[in-house]
């Protein structure tokens, strides 16, 4: 049942100091509205970054060769080391590897024609599992084949910024571009995420390394799998060992293959952002704190000023605990309601600049959807609740210690 007399007197208690309670009402709002801003905003920057890793897989090695670095079987420092075709039959055998590749780079400087037009893409001869590497998206035709390579066909698939540059307004498919010389059938249109993506044309490997007489490999690529970093780690150091054998290098070599671990770098990000995300609470939960001593401080003053009307209630039977719940109930009223404005504000602001994103096209590489999820609005409100609770207890418990006697003395 509702207490109205009591409602009544913490009206009358907020009403007579005005300014002071909404200033200490604002420094709630505040605290709460930062939080919830940087909480938003830290998710906006966690979901770009997570999007620029949604077409790549994430668990993947990219391996390339230098020199040897360390003398090993009567072989010198400085010796060059070059991969080949059986290198990535060996890697696809390692354990904890899913998926394999290999690129091969054509040499020299050449543009990319078709009729009339010449302009310059990035190239890339690659085997048919690339596209578990990168996952790029066939929007029209196929991808390269295991009979594209048997078979050492002339084929490429080509991004979509390539299509539009020659097929603007015409069939891409099963036309032919003219790459150093040589003409490529189009059998398939990719697209990904990031623009600068499809200004790319993959070809066969094992086609441009007949073409140029080569049997070389210049990067084995390699999806691990869903296994955490730990274990990416096992399977990196194996691959390395296992390279290291095949082309006579020291165990002790760590130059002669370098390895980049995809895991590693969504490991550092993932730290990155939980620093990043105790950064935030910790600046909002200061704030909070900030404006629950504004309110215990008002409270006081309070309490301070109702000291004889306190006594008063206690001379006439009012026991310590009615006494204290009612200076709580004041304390968690003002933070509560200055509290939810200061969620609503924050909440309703980052939806409009979610909206304002939606509407104008404006998600970026840097930020994108800001968001606040449903379990930080519950905390935010356990904040909240335990904030008022506690702003009104040293009051309160101040007020429980008053001596009725000497409170209607005014003393």
Same mark, same amino acid.
């Given at each position: 049942?509702?207490?109205?007399?009591?409602?009544?007197?913490?009206?009358?208690?907020?009403?007579?100091?005005?300014?002071?309670?909404?200033?200490?009402?604002?420094?709630?709002?505040?605290?709460?509205?930062?939080?919830?801003?940087?909480?938003?905003?830290?998710?906006?920057?966690?979901?770009?970054?997570?999007?620029?890793?949604?077409?790549?897989?994430?668990?993947?090695?990219?391996?390339?060769?230098?020199?040897?670095?360390?003398?090993?079987? @009567?072989?010198?420092?400085? !010796? #060059?080391?070059?991969? $080949?075709? *059986?290198?990535?039959?060996?890697?696809? %055998?390692? =354990? /904890?590897?899913?998926?394999?590749?290999?690129?091969?780079?054509?040499?020299?400087?050449?543009?990319?024609?078709?009729?009339?037009?010449?302009?310059?893409?990035?190239?890339?001869?690659?085997?048919?599992?690339?596209?578990?590497?990168?996952?790029?998206?066939?929007?029209?035709?196929?991808?390269?084949?295991?009979?594209?390579?048997?078979?050492?066909?002339?084929?490429?698939?080509? @991004?979509?910024?390539?299509? !539009? #540059?020659?097929?603007? $307004?015409? *069939?891409?498919?099963?036309?032919?571009? %003219?790459? =150093? /010389?040589?003409?490529?059938?189009?059998?398939?249109?990719?697209?990904?995420?990031?623009?600068?993506?499809?200004?790319?044309?993959?070809?066969?490997?094992?086609?441009?390394?007949?073409?140029?007489?080569?049997?070389?490999?210049?990067?084995?690529?390699?999806?691990?799998?869903?296994?955490?970093?730990?274990?990416?780690?096992?399977?990196?150091?194996?691959?390395?060992?296992?390279?290291?054998?095949?082309?006579?290098?020291?165990?002790?070599?760590?130059?002669?293959?370098?390895?980049?671990?995809?895991?590693?770098?969504?490991?550092?990000?993932?730290?990155?952002?939980?620093?990043?995300?105790?950064?935030?609470?910790?600046?909002?939960?200061?704030?909070?704190?900030?404006?629950?001593?504004?309110?215990?401080?008002?409270?006081?003053?309070?309490?301070?000023?109702?000291?004889?009307?306190?006594?008063?209630?206690?001379?006439?039977?009012?026991?310590?605990?009615?006494?204290?719940?009612?200076?709580?109930?004041?304390?968690?009223?003002?933070?509560?309601?200055?509290?939810?404005?200061?969620?609503?504000?924050?909440?309703?602001?980052?939806?409009?600049?979610?909206?304002?994103?939606?509407?104008?096209?404006?998600?970026?590489?840097?930020?994108?959807?800001?968001?606040?999820?449903?379990?930080?609005?519950?905390?935010?409100?356990?904040?909240?609740?335990?904030?008022?609770?506690?702003?009104?207890?040293?009051?309160?418990?101040?007020?429980?210690?008053?001596?009725?006697?000497?409170?209607?003395?005014?003393?």
């Amino acid at each position: 049942m509702i207490d109205v007399d009591k409602w009544q007197e913490i009206f009358s208690s907020l009403g007579r100091h005005k300014l002071r309670t909404f200033l200490t009402a604002f420094s709630v709002w505040w605290g709460i509205f930062m939080l919830v801003i940087l909480i938003g905003a830290g998710k906006g920057l966690q979901n770009s970054v997570e999007h620029d890793f949604k077409d790549d897989a994430v668990n993947t090695l990219w391996i390339w060769t230098n020199e040897t670095s360390v003398p090993y079987k @009567g072989l010198p420092i400085g !010796r #060059e080391v070059r991969f $080949e075709n *059986e290198d990535l039959n060996a890697l696809s %055998k390692t =354990k /904890g590897i899913k998926h394999s590749s290999s690129r091969y780079f054509l040499q020299g400087s050449f543009f990319i024609s078709y009729k009339d037009k010449s302009l310059a893409f990035n190239v890339q001869t690659v085997s048919p599992e690339h596209i578990y590497i990168e996952t790029p998206e066939i929007t029209k035709g196929r991808w390269i084949n295991d009979i594209d390579m048997k078979q050492f066909r002339k084929v490429a698939v080509i @991004g979509e910024a390539v299509k !539009r #540059e020659f097929f603007p $307004e015409e *069939e891409a498919i099963d036309k032919y571009i %003219k790459i =150093k /010389g040589v003409e490529y059938q189009v059998v398939g249109i990719f697209t990904e995420h990031r623009e600068r993506e499809t200004q790319r044309i993959y070809l066969p490997i094992a086609t441009a390394q007949k073409i140029d007489g080569s049997k070389d490999v210049h990067t084995l690529t390699a999806e691990l799998g869903d296994i955490d970093f730990a274990q990416s780690l096992i399977v990196e150091e194996n691959v390395r060992q296992q390279l290291n054998a095949r082309h006579n290098i020291s165990p002790e070599d760590k130059q002669a293959i370098g390895i980049w671990n995809g895991a590693e770098r969504v490991q550092e990000f993932r730290q990155l952002f939980g620093f990043i995300r105790v950064f935030i609470w910790f600046v909002g939960i200061g704030s909070i704190i900030a404006g629950v001593i504004g309110v215990s401080n008002i409270m006081l003053i309070i309490v301070k000023d109702r000291t004889k009307e306190i006594g008063i209630r206690k001379a006439i039977g009012a026991t310590p605990i009615s006494i204290v719940s009612m200076i709580v109930q004041e304390a968690v009223f003002l933070t509560s309601v200055a509290g939810y404005i200061g969620l609503a504000s924050g909440l309703g602001l980052i939806h409009l600049v979610q909206t304002i994103m939606e509407q104008n096209n404006l998600d970026g590489d840097f930020f994108r959807n800001p968001e606040v999820d449903l379990s930080t609005v519950v905390i935010a409100l356990g904040v909240l609740v335990i904030s008022g609770v506690l702003s009104g207890l040293i009051p309160a418990m101040q007020a429980a210690k008053v001596n009725p006697v000497v409170a209607m003395k005014g003393g």
